[in-house]
């Protein structure tokens, strides 16, 4: 009898042998499955993070350069260099000119797979495991922003029978809507915002005139031109109203500190600024002063028919001296201080003073803490990046629908 329990007690801790060791395996397999799924997902998220910050470096060298989607194209270099300045997997992330597409004109996808060390894994020979992350962006147009306003309202360009004109055109002087003679041409002028309703989701940048219809304030690329403008007037359409706006706070001083370093309140269209009356010289000649000494190397210069300001300080078209500004309707300019509705927004690149004038060129760029408008709806003319406003944004958005 006792030998009979021996045999037994034998047989079940042999039973319990097998047991734990099956036991053992499994845990080492569950300890494996739970490590090694938790760093691929930790390996994942630094991908995603990778590729979400290419992607909106690549929408933002859309705007610097629409339309370029070639290998040396500022949409892929940068998309590339700021995917490296990512780490997954222990490695800065390295993306390659086929990983990034351009399913839009004003839309980039990149798609990274990168293959990702295990560790309790190899034991069932696993040792790399493949991860797949995508990202997508898009350069659209921006309708307003907090991004560093200076304390000018330029009217907008309106149309004078076929031609577009400069409010600070010589010889055609203010916006006349009755009948009148400008160039050897009879017209009356007429005057439509880009942001207007009428061109919704419209891709604008091609359009190249202002014919009947179309819209007449500045839009790009058709007045991104190396036409100098004036921001600032030393000649008044109206007495009193030099182009000067009050951001923030009235007075000189807030005028100069805004334009030597701008405003970050949040401006649209479609708001009301009043104007800040007075030539304003001095404070106007310290301002951009101060303005150009933070980038004093600033140049314009065309890149593949593109207008780009280059630095030695900051990376293209990211100069300091690139300044948004609001625009006010021509329909409604008047003198002294008068309250204007902001129809356009526009980005300008600042040459200096001469006189007592500022002086320089509007520039494609981008807007930061910007409020996005309607993506364009494709179908006229050339697409560009933001869809032919001069100041645009990016935004992350969902891969799945390219």
Not at 42 to 63: P, T
Not at 223 to 251: H, Q
Not at 345 to 361: A, L, N
């Amino acid at each position: 009898m006792a030998q009979a329990d021996q045999k037994r007690t034998r047989r079940d801790r042999g039973s319990i042998l097998v047991l734990v060791t099956a036991g053992v395996v499994v845990f080492i397999g569950a300890t494996a499955l739970a490590v090694d799924v938790g760093y691929l997902y930790v390996v994942r998220n630094q991908l995603q993070n990778a590729v979400d910050a290419a992607a909106l470096a690549g929408a933002q060298g859309l705007l610097v350069d629409p339309t370029n989607h070639t290998p040396d194209g500022q949409a892929t270099r940068w998309a590339i260099e700021y995917a490296a300045r990512n780490r997954a997997d222990g490695v800065p992330v390295q993306l390659s000119p086929e990983e990034i597409t351009f399913p839009r004109a004003n839309v980039i996808r990149v798609q990274k797979v990168q293959l990702v060390r295990t560790f309790f894994a190899t034991i069932f020979g696993l040792r790399r495991v493949p991860v797949s992350v995508q990202s997508a962006a898009v350069a659209t147009p921006a309708s307003g922003g907090s991004g560093g306003w200076r304390p000018f309202a330029p009217p907008d360009q309106f149309a004078h029978g076929s031609q577009c004109v400069t409010p600070t055109d010589e010889d055609h002087g203010p916006y006349n809507p009755d009948i009148h003679t400008w160039n050897g041409i009879p017209a009356r002028d007429y005057y439509k915002s880009p942001y207007d309703p009428e061109f919704e989701n419209w891709d604008l940048s091609g359009f190249r005139d202002c014919s009947l219809g179309n819209p007449t304030g500045f839009i790009t690329p058709r007045d991104e031109d190396g036409r100098m403008i004036e921001l600032k007037t030393d000649r008044p359409a109206f007495p009193g109203n030099f182009y000067p706006v009050s951001l923030g706070a009235r007075g000189a001083d807030t005028y100069r500190h805004n334009i030597a370093y701008g405003w970050n309140g949040m401006l649209r269209v479609g708001d009301v600024i009043d104007t800040e009356p007075g030539n304003m010289a001095g404070p106007t000649i310290q301002g951009v002063t101060q303005l150009i000494a933070q980038d004093p190397t600033a140049h314009l210069v065309r890149v593949n028919g593109n207008w780009v300001v280059k630095s030695t300080q900051y990376a293209d078209n990211e100069s300091p001296r690139i300044v948004p500004i609001p625009l006010i309707s021509p329909v409604e300019a008047g003198a002294g201080r008068t309250s204007f509705r902001i129809v356009n927004i526009g980005s300008f690149f600042i040459i200096g003073t001469r006189g007592k004038s500022v002086i320089g060129y509007f520039i494609h760029r981008r807007l930061p803490q910007a409020t996005a408008a309607s993506p364009p709806q494709y179908g006229r003319g050339e697409p560009s990046g933001a869809s032919g406003r001069f100041l645009g944004t990016v935004q992350l958005t969902d891969p799945a629908q390219y």
